[in-house]
């Protein structure tokens, strides 16, 4: 099962911490870890996976592979905001296009985790 892993380190510290645990362990066990996406603060996030880009990407794990004009016309969308959506997702990896060029959600699942903590 393919899987995806978003989130929130809020310190480069942090990201860089998590980054070479990850690889650590990959080296050390040989078996390959679900892609992680690390956002550095809630805004960003909320920047790149909007509520209306949520929605795609769910709608698109339902659907499968399909072009950018069927997403949009399944979604009762507007095809250019459809598009500048997927192309915003495409260059965070969290969409890809198949060899038809159509595109498609490569995870199966995908698992958001952050933590609020009161500031000292």
Do not use: Y
């Amino acid at each position: 099962m393919s899987e995806a892993i978003i989130r929130i380190l809020s310190s480069d510290d942090a990201i860089l911490e998590e980054a070479s645990a990850r690889f650590i362990n990959v080296w050390k066990s040989g078996k390959t870890s679900p892609a992680v996406f690390t956002f550095s603060s809630p805004a960003q996030l909320f920047s790149v996976i909007s509520p209306k880009r949520w929605q795609l990407i769910e709608h698109l794990q339902h659907l499968g592979p399909c072009t950018i004009r069927g997403l949009a016309r399944s979604l009762n969308r507007d095809v250019k905001r459809v598009h500048d959506d997927v192309t915003a997702l495409l260059e965070w990896g969290l969409v890809e296009r198949n060899e038809a060029g159509m595109v498609h959600v490569p995870f199966q699942v995908i698992h958001a985790e952050f933590d609020l903590r009161a500031v000292a």
